[in-house]
């Protein structure tokens, strides 16, 4: 069974950047791409970013286009979230999801979530 566990939340001054990480373990041979998504107080889970496994290929939400980087070392097993101009906005709890195949259309496996908190 695939874990996920994230880490690297905390609270952060609107403006500043935070890195999450989140590392995955399990023994699973099949991993298409990694994602990350967020929910914020009363709102939906959104989708934030992904990283396809193999060839590192990227995709984001319109809404932190330009101000996130999702990155991957595929040794560790680790991807990352780099959130850089953060705004109140951006608070949410962040969770990691792998998706095994191209043709997962959602993820498979999920993280426990880290909570972000950007202050105004």
């Known amino acids: 069974q695939v874990q996920l566990v994230e880490s690297g939340g905390g609270l952060v001054q609107a403006g500043g950047s935070l890195r999450l990480s989140c590392a995955a373990s399990g023994g699973t041979f099949s991993r298409h791409r990694m994602g990350w998504f967020r929910q914020a107080p009363g709102k939906e889970r959104e989708f934030v970013g992904a990283i396809t496994w193999t060839l590192g290929g990227t995709y984001y939400a319109d809404s932190v286009k330009g101000r996130f980087t999702i990155s991957r070392e595929t040794a560790t097993n680790t991807v990352y979230l780099q959130m850089s101009s953060l705004k109140p906005e951006d608070t949410a709890i962040y969770y990691c999801?792998?998706?095994?195949?191209?043709?997962?259309?959602?993820?498979?496996?999920w993280g426990q979530g880290t909570q972000v908190t950007v202050s105004s």
């Open positions: 999801a792998e998706y095994e195949l191209s043709i997962s259309r959602s993820p498979d496996y």
